[in-house]
Structure formats: structure tokens, C-alpha cells
């Protein structure tokens, strides 16, 4: 406990002076020794990237006496910038956390999946182990009837390469369908080009912002939170969007509290008034789109009366933000955001954004969007691979190949919507109905499938009926405690991964390079990726001896080199950030089949989905049942940073928002502990009850990533409250595949009893460096 | 000689902790303790709310009051205006705790009284103090009030208004407040500790 001024005072009403005498015993006894700080010691430093979120920051990683001690920005990386957000700073908490994996583990013989009784194996034992179980699948089945799933930067390995190698279409990641599948999708059949890990957002020219449901400073994407600070102190105007005062709102200069679910209204509301009160761009519209004809037709009823009775906001309001956006234009800018599956109809939801921006002629134009641009990197020039997953990625649009080679069969979820890149939940079906093929094995990298993937009772019995499931992590997540084998991975700063090619401004190549060596027996996705490889029989696709050889045959490639790169980190390239750089080349950036953007999409209407978007209803909700809304901390990643002392210090568990005037009508106290109860009868908590105004009456809203069920993880088990558990239910957006994830309902249900759990800081102790 | 201080402009600080992430381990700040802390404030009535995210640490006062109740003279204010600990002159008697108003400082189980530095170490090479360099908005600024050219001289100049906490007690203190939302003459909510 922190001894403060307070405390101390109410612990001694003795003077001072006999505090003194008995706070020590001996209290005047010669100097003692003040331990020495790590950067008294020689200290080296390594270059390499983050990967405490998706982000990508080049990092500084500063090593004394052997062991990490702080991590850095890298000065001259472009996202970065010197600067870091907790999550990077706190990576050495995780590199040392004594809960790791720390050697392969095999499900002990008998045993069921979720009972967590393992053996320790040796790697030999435990990959010989995999690739009999897979290629026995293979010999029964096919090899699609093997999926891989993969979350961060060193998934490339298990969704890209190894199973273009093994030769099944099946590799999905989360960050896609449960996550940026709509904008990306809506992104490409709109402007042709996909929104890209890193926002093109121009920031630093912008005078005028939206953001709709954009959780900026809760979601500390460093760059972009650099540049969010830097532009509002500059005087950027800023409007939110939500139906929570977010940290963004509190910055704004208005804040519109929307019903849940509305958001289509308020953007077709926006494009009439910027229709017929003429204050498109009109030289813009008229050179680079087309279906403006069209939309106004459209949308010529769609006006601020009919979307204040549907979205809740004065009509006044929503007319004069369009006019100060016109006002503003081009610099002016509605930003895509990131997790945009949010009720199965988002796809239009992100069309109709993507078309305000449009009619504010801020694509590819200062103070809008820039068109970021792809370094130029090689391939390593492996033998070619029999076929290409659609894994996709934050950058999702890149889509594998639509044809499928001789021989092999077409993703198992290929038919249910129109999108190129796998859809992860749509894999779980197969598993458990074997239709239309079925899927007996799973490769598991990092992806947190109880946190991240909608209905995990599904999933639990689905992972039930494998022959093989493989989980290849760093930490005893509840559902790697499921896998047949466990392959213990060693962090991001124990090891070498792919180059990272990052789309940008100025774009630019990343690597990632180990600060210290793997502790116990931990090993890197590529060595694991490369063993496995070679047992399966598929030693040709893995030429490459080291690592080592394999980076630097890449970065020889584009005239570097892995020495190079170790001692620069990043390698910036020229970008083409506006429309006038491409003009300037006759080039074209726009790859819609029009060639300009798409106001109203021909694809869309052959393929029987609405060519311009309409707002769709949201799922209603049931009587004495919230909406569950979610977010995030700014100081914890997914479901992946709970057990990490430093951030669980400052964010120990979530809370359930709700507002005074429902707590008040419900007789909640603040910080009490309650159940949530979703309208499937799922319970998940205890969680405490934070009462605010700063939530709508017919929502609540929980931080995601919080409720861990592991024993394993000492830290992070039974705080707080998983929202993901409580998604049992998802609507498919037929256009992206996304999973529309808020059409979950919850009530509360009071009087449950606080977790009796050690305080983090008495666990923590024995994590200190 | 010189004379440090810190502006911090709450209109760009988001409560993200990147500050006292950072501190823990530039300074090994052990489990429990804080040197740098961030108080969230909720104020108003929906829908004209607003919220104060505002860093707290030591603000290493003109006229710090920890400093003549140091029983040893471990406490002291060094020709920088730096106020600091002599570790091993400390006999974590806790007076200096019981002294600050501002609850900067704590008994490190190592055995002696710790508390923000402004990273004293780091200035010593040129460089800004560990909270500053992360700070991904940038709200923190570094430097010298008797460097007219320095970044706090600067941005305290071009500031509207300037606050720091509890100027009632008389102990000047060198951290600074820029563009305080509570200003906006809101009503104020329950503090909660972050």
C-alpha cells in the first residue's frame, strides 16, 4: 500500500521525531547501500518494432546487465516518432513474466480438451506429434480440412506461408471479419483501394474532424494520437459521433449523443444537405466520380428532419455540422476508424462515409485523405506455393486468388458473402457441421479465440470435435489451455520476424530483431513455421537456412541488407501522398472498375446488394435489456495485455458504464459489483459498476479484454468482465463477412460478491526486474 | 544553474498513462508506488459534459514544505530547483511525506523516501525527462524558466490561463497546468483515481 500524507498521518499521531526513532530500527545507523539503476550499467541499444498492438512503432529497446529494461520510440521511425504509447513502454513486463509458456506442453493421453492436464515434450516430440495428426488429416480428408488461424505480426508465418505451402485456403485472422472487414471492403468497391493498417488520414493538414464511433485516445494508436493532439492544437474543429462521451468527445467542440445504430441516417441526412443545398465539391465530384445523378435521388428525402426522429439529434444540428464540413472542405474529414463490424449492415454504413468524404473532395487531396503507397520489397524466392490463402489482414483488401488451382478446394466459407478475404468466424461452422467440407485440424498463432471470436460456446464445441488443434502463444491463454499440443513462443523481443512493409506517407520497412535471447525453451514463430515445414515434407518451400539468410536475401533484393537494417531499424521510401503526384505520372490511383470513385457501385447492384447505402434498423432491444456497447483502454491490447503488471497496475480490471439515471432506477452503487446477463442467458463478472453520465440510458458499455478464465495467467484471471463472452450473438455483413457484434443485450444483475483476488501490486512484487 | 519546470496543456492529455508507464521503468518504481499518477475528473450533466484527465507528480515547488521537514537534510532543493532525496542520507522517518500537499512522495520498500526526479538523470545528458519524450499527444513540456528561449517559457507565454495545484499553500510549484477544463465553469464530480 502507498504510504501517502493521509495514511501516514492517520497511522502516527506521535510527532515526527518518533517516527523516526521506531520507522527503522537503529534509525541513525551509517549510509546503507542505494541499489544501482539499471542505466548506471553499460547500456546497448537494438532496433526493432512493437507488437503490444497492431501498430507497428519502431522501438529503441535498451538491454543492460543482459536483461531489457526500456523501451523507447525510435526517433526517426515514421510512427513512432520517439514517442510511445504504456503498451509499448511496458513490454518488459511481458517479456519477463514469469506465467509464460515456457516449453512445449502435450495434452496428456485420456485427458478432455479444456481440462488443462499436460505433459512437457520436447520440440522434436511435439512437432513430430503435429505433423502426423496433420498429415493423417491430409491423407483422410484434404488439405483444406486444415485450418490456421492468426493474430500480429508474426502470424505471416501461419497464415501466409505455411499453408500456401501445405496447401489449404482456410487461414484467417481476427483483425478482418471481426474487425476492419467493412471499411475495407466498402474502402475498395468506393475508391479502389483498400483503408490500409495505417489510416491515410492527413492530419497534419486537417482543419475540420468527425469521428463516428472512433475511440481515438482510447485507442492509443501512437501516430495517430500524435497527430489527433497536434492537429487540435493547431485549431482543428472536432465533431464526435457516439453514444458515449468518449475521451475523443471530450476534446470536441460538439458532441452528438446518437441512438445506437443510427449512425447510416445521420451520413444520409449529411450527403442530402450537402446535395441540395449545393455544397459539394462540385469540380471534384464532376472530375473524379461517378452516380452522383443517382445518389441524389437517393437521398433527396433522406433529410436532418427524417434523421433526428431516427438518430435522436436535433435536426439543427445535424444540418449545421454538414454545413461547417462544406466549410471546411477539402480539409475537412470524416475518418474510417477501425473496428467497424458493428451491426451486419456496415459495409453501407462505411459506403455512405466514404461518399460524404467524396462529396467533400478530400481524397487524395491535403487535409483529407493521402493515398498511401507500399514500399517496394521482394519477395524471398521460394518455389512457388500451390495456392494463396485470403487471410487478408488490418490492410485486409489484398484478397487471395478467387481461382482455385487443380486439386485443391475454395475457402469453406467462400458463398456466404461477396468480400475476397476469409471470414474467421464463418470457419467454425464448418468444424462443427463438417459443411461444405470439413475442417478436422487447427493452427493456432496468437489469436485469442475466447476473446475474439463472437459465441464462444460455439467455438468450445467446436474445438471439441478436432482431430488436431495446435496452439502456438506466448501465454497460458484460457483457450491455449485447449490445444493438443502447445508450442511456447518467445516474444517479440527474443526474436527475428518477416519485414514489415508499412503503407504510408512516406512508406517504409520495419524489422523486427531479437534484444536478448529466447528464454527457456521458448522459440520464434519462424523457426517453429520452418521445423514444422521440414516434418511435413515440405522442405523445397523452405530453401533458406537462417533467418538471418532469409532477411537479408529480401533486403539484398531492394539494394539493403540485413547489416543495414540492424543498425537503421527503418527504411523510409518515397511516397505519392495526393492526387496531383499521380497525375503528374498519368496514373490513375482509383482501381474501382469505373475507374473513379464509386458513388454508386454497378458491382454492388449485380451482385444484389444496394448500389447506393441505405440505413438498415439496428436489432432492437429486448425489454429491460442495455445494448452492449465496447471500447478500450488505452493501456491494454485486446485480451493480450491483462497479465502484464505495469498496465495491470494502472488498469486492473474493467468497469460496466452505465448511466446515474439507470443506476439510479435500478438502485446500483457506484462500484459495486454486479452480473451481466445477455439475452441468451449468458452470465460473465462479477464486474464493478461505474455510474456516469457519460453513457445513454439504453446502453452500457464494457473496456474489452478483461475477464480472463485462466489460471494460468496470475494477474489477469477473474478481473473484471469479458464482453466477447457475452457476444453469443452476431449478425454477417453478406457484403464485407464482418460480424456484427452489438447486437448483444445485457441487464444487470446486482449483489454479486467482489472476487476475492490478491491485489496486483502484491503480485507484481515478484515480477519487478 | 538552472531553474526546471513542466507545463502540462490538459486540452491535448488524454489519460492514456503513457507517462507513468514509462516512469516505472526509466526509474524502477517498484509494485504499489507511484511517482507519477493521473487523476480523471467527470463534470457536468449529460449531454454538456466534459473530463479532466490531469498528471499528477511531484511539482518541485519554489518553496517546497518537505524540504525544512527533513529531519537529516536527505531532502533538499538543488541549484536547479530540482527537489530531490539523498537516498542515502534518508532515514525514511516519513516526514517529508507527511509534509507535501500534493502526496508526491512514498517510503520505496528499498528503505528510503522516492518521488519524482523529473528524470534529474536524464536532463544531466540533455534529454527530457522519460514522461515527456513518450507522451504520444505531446501535452508535456520541458525546460528551463530562466532560459527565455526554452519550450516552457514558450508555451507558458502563449498560454490563456495557467494553473497549478493548490496555490494556496505558498510553494510555487514548477509544474504547471495549461487550459484546466474545470475552468469552463462546469460543476465538479467525483474524483476518481486512475
Redesign the interface.
Known sequence: ??????K??TLSAAS??A??LG??AG??KA?????Q???EEQVSTVYSYCENCFWKCGITVKVAGGKV?????QKHNPKSR?????????G?AQLYDPDRLKRPLIRVEGSERGEGKYREASWDEALDYIAARMLKIKDEYGPEAIAWFGHGSGDSWFVEYLPAAWGSPNAAKPAVSVCTAPRETASQWTFGRGVGGHEPVDWENTEYIVLIGHH???D?H?TQ??E???A??RGAKLVVVDPR?S?????ADR?L?IKPGTDTALLLAWINVLIEEGLYDREYVEKYTVGLAELAEHVKDKTPEWAASITDLPADTIRAVARELAAHAPKAVLPPGRHTVWYGSDTQRMRALYIVNALLGNYGVPGGFYLAKKPYLEKYPHPPFPLEPAAGGCSGSSGGSEEVPEGYKPRADKGKFFAKTTAIQELIEPMLSGKPYPIRGLICYGTNLFHSIPNVPRTKEALRKLDLYVAIDVLPMEHVMWADVILPECTYLERYDDLVAIAHKTPFIELRQPAVKPLWDSKPGWWIMRELAIKLGLEKFVPWKSIEEYLDTRLQAIGSSLEEMKKKGTLVQRGRPYLNDWERWHMNPFKTPSGKIELYSKTFAEHGFDPLPDYTPPMPAPTGYYRLLYGRS??HSFAKTQNN???M???PENEVWI?NAEGKKLGLR?GEYVWLENDAGVREGPVRVRL???I?NDCVYLVHGFGHKSRGLRLAFGRGASDNALQTRYVLDKISGGAGLRNNFVKIVPNAAKPRLK????L??E??? | MARYAMVIDLESCVGCSACAAACVLENEVPPGHNRLWIRQRELGVFPELTVEYRPEQCLHCENPPCVPACPTGASYKNEDGLVLVKYERCIACGACVAACPYDARFMNPAGYVDKCTFCEHRIADGLDPACVETCPTGCRVFGDLDDPTSAVREALAKAGRIDVLRPEMGTEPKLFYLNTPSNRGLDEAEEVQQ
Open positions: 500500500m502507498k504510504l501517502n500524507r493521509r501516514f498521518l515526527v521525531g517516527v523516526a520507522g527503522r534509525a541513525l549510509p546503507w547501500t542505494v541499489p539503476k539499471w542505466y529494461r526500456k523501451i523507447d520510440g520517439g514517442r510511445l504509447c504504456p503498451r509499448g513502454q511496458a518488459v481515438i485516445g482510447e492509443t501512437n494520437l500524435q489527433f493532439a497536434a487540435l492544437r462521451f475521451t475523443a468527445a471530450s476534446k458532441w449523443p488505452p493501456v503488471w505495469v498496465l497496475e494502472l488498469k448511466s457506484q456516469t453520465e457519460r445513454r491485489r496486483i501490486s502484491t507484481a512484487r515480477r519487478r526486474l
